[in-house]
């Protein structure tokens, strides 16, 4: 195929070749120098008069095997593509569907689209660059709206283009966890919220994809948007999964739904209990019972007839050698499809578990055993997940359910273990140093914990020794299935809770917001709010571990430290010793107790504070008054932690 339509170069007619060449090879190490050589040309070309469209088409490794397609992505990222792709979408802006633009921006979208689906480093790299701006404006673009997607047939541009968007911002929020509160924030819910009522039923099916990842499914918005979209639980699960499941090569619209992705988007609604129960009703626990006992049992018999075929055609020659290689491939590619199913059946089963007893997973134990040394992480984290879910810690191979209480363990002193998802680990991290600092004994995993077996058991264990948890909740802790584990484990084991809001403006609904209901929570988001709450967290957690051992340490962002404490601290104190304190000493016991607020405003002296222990017992509401005027204690909770330390000494 010629690049364009005039006389070609002796370089296009020698790219050429080499694309028709290697277009079906599948071995990353004969396609490399190929990438480098076509993407330098197409780097350099003129994207709106010259059609390279098939040489970026060169670039999509959908046809490559797992681990090849990773590679190539990796490499393609490295050079430069989504930099490039993005320079062709800003020449389009104001002229969408002129060619020879147009199928270079078209095969660039379907380059990206099947590269994040297969590379998370590709999709960081697609949300570091910021193109879902462009995407924006192109959604935004009348030429875009519902009524063009609808009016031509499935294949149309607009549909494709719409479809392309959705499905990379639909890649990029599942594998980049802070990415959705980005889009979210730009417009992307308004967006693709303007095709929820398409009657295209695959096409339906990326747009309510893509929503899930934009809404919380708990809020009124949510269930709502759900609604609007009109693809039911029901029409998922006896249509498009039962369909899936029985001929994988089956389609609706056109377009072909794998179980592994129909099965993840299930999960995805499942975080809302009400969807679950509805999953309950249609059988739902059954078919993802029956994927997990049949996985790996064809495998098996595959290979024994593999065996036997080789034993037959020992005698021939080695003219085939790399048929048999490129099929074995293929077979891999076929076990890869396979594992993706068996991953989301064990993630939606774990789900449901916080929902109900699933009574089938009896039927599963030994293969969950089994599976929870698979090679492959996402099964072994799944299977592992749902032993201890259920009734086995992993470790011991006792009955032992994580919903049931254990055998109490001995409390190292008064260790506080931070629970939270590995997408807010940076504010989770300075946390931890600043507790350190103020003198607390941390259970803290930086090594991202929830990928196996192993870590799982560690973390049951920390829950167990702990005294104090910190939940450092956010919208992808509430949907993680490991946090919410822990979350639920350390309220078996009674343990005390202290919540931590890690993101901004984000109020937790469904399991979460019960989980808190009227607790207080600190937030420490931003260093604003963890510089003015991180006091009053020190003195909730001295609250409720009786630690009192615990005090706020004043460097924690290099500042002027108050003298030393080799005197004071918040501990009991006799009327006679508290009588001699200095304005000094009072000060710093302000500040040890969480109160720096008033540290440095005040000018009380020992006796001061006798005196306002006595009104605190004997003349109430004098007390009060004095706090709210004298002292500016507007807030109930600075209030509460004044009165409480104040009766402590």
């Not at 966890?177 to 929820?196: K, L, P, Q, T, W």
């Not at 949510?222 to 998922?236: N, V």
């Not at 500042?559 to 000060?587: F, M, R, Y």
């Not at 306002?612 to 003349?619: E, G, S």
Request: charged content about 30%; proline content about 3%; overall charge negative.
């Amino acid at each position: 195929m010629s690049s364009t339509n005039g006389k070609q170069s002796n370089q296009e007619k020698y790219l050429d070749s080499l694309v028709e060449k290697l277009s079906s090879e599948i071995k990353w190490a004969k396609l490399q120098t190929a990438f480098d050589e076509v993407f330098a040309y197409v780097k350099q070309c003129d994207l709106r008069m010259k059609d390279v469209s098939h040489y970026i088409e060169f670039f999509d490794v959908d046809h490559l095997p797992k681990s090849q397609s990773l590679l190539a992505t990796q490499h393609l990222r490295d050079l430069g593509i989504v930099q490039v792709a993005q320079s062709a979408l800003e020449l389009q802006q104001d002229d969408l569907f002129a060619d020879p633009l147009d199928s270079n921006v078209a095969q660039f979208m379907s380059v990206l689209w099947n590269a994040t689906n297969h590379c998370p480093e590709m999709c960081r790299a697609v949300h570091e660059s910021k193109i879902h701006l462009q995407f924006l404006k192109l959604l935004n673009n009348p030429v875009l709206n519902l009524e063009n997607v609808e009016k031509r047939e499935i294949f149309c541009k607009p549909l494709e283009r719409v479809r392309s968007i959705l499905s990379i911002a639909y890649n990029v929020m599942r594998k980049v966890e802070e990415s959705r509160v980005c889009y979210r924030n730009d417009g992307f819910i308004e967006a693709s919220a303007s095709y929820m009522s398409t009657s295209i039923t695959s096409f339906k099916l990326d747009v309510l994809s893509a929503i899930i990842f934009l809404v919380d499914l708990d809020s009124d918005e949510g269930k709502r948007m759900i609604q609007t979209c009109g693809l039911t639980i029901k029409f998922l699960v006896d249509v498009m999964l039962r369909q899936a499941l029985e001929d994988p090569d089956n389609d609706v619209d056109g377009v072909s739904n794998s179980p592994g992705e129909l099965l993840e988007t299930l999960n995805n609604l499942a975080v809302n209990v009400d969807n679950a129960k509805e999953m309950f009703k249609l059988g739902v626990p059954r078919l993802c019972v029956d994927i997990v006992n049949e996985f790996g049992e064809a495998s098996h018999e595959d290979s024994d007839q593999e065996s036997e075929d080789k034993d037959n055609d020992d005698d021939e020659d080695d003219d085939d050698e790399l048929d048999e290689e490129d099929q074995r491939a293929f077979d891999s590619e076929d076990e890869e499809i396979e594992i993706e199913k068996v991953q989301w059946a064990l993630k939606l089963l774990w789900s449901l578990s916080f929902v109900e007893k699933i009574e089938q997973l009896s039927e599963v134990t030994e293969k969950l055993v089994k599976l929870k040394d698979h090679p492959d992480q996402e099964v072994s984290s799944g299977a592992t997940g749902l032993l201890f879910s259920t009734n086995k810690r992993p470790e011991s191979n006792k009955e032992n359910s994580i919903g049931e209480v254990q055998e109490p363990k001995q409390v190292i002193g008064n260790q506080l273990m931070l629970s939270y998802c590995w997408a807010q680990k940076e504010t989770v991290w300075k946390l931890a140093e600043s507790l350190k600092k103020s003198g607390a004994q941390i259970w803290l995993d930086k090594e991202q914990m929830h990928k196996g077996q192993d870590t799982l058991e560690e973390m049951a264990k920390a829950v167990e020794i702990s005294n104090v948890i910190i939940i450092c909740y956010s919208e992808n802790y509430k949907e993680s299935l490991p946090c919410r584990m822990e979350a639920k484990y350390a309220t078996k084991l009674k343990k005390n809770l202290v919540f931590v809001n890690v993101q901004r403006d984000y109020e937790p609904l469904g399991w979460l917001g019960f989980l808190l209901g009227t607790s207080f929570r600190f937030d420490v988001f931003d260093n604003f709010n963890f510089d003015s709450n991180f006091p009053k967290l020190i003195a909730q957690i001295r609250e409720v571990s009786s630690d009192r051992s615990i005090q706020v340490a004043h460097n924690l962002n290099s500042k002027p430290a108050l003298p030393a404490a080799d005197e004071i601290d918040s501990g009991p104190k006799t009327s006679s010793q508290i009588s001699h304190w200095s304005c000094e000493d009072v000060n710093r016991w302000f500040s040890n107790v969480g109160l720096v607020t008033l540290a440095d405003s005040l000018t009380l002296n020992g006796r001061d504070l006798e005196e306002l222990k006595r009104w605190q017992k004997h003349a109430t509401s004098y007390f009060l008054k004095f706090c709210e005027n004298k002292l500016n204690m507007k807030d109930a909770t600075e209030l509460l932690l004044f009165s409480r330390e104040l009766r402590a000494i």
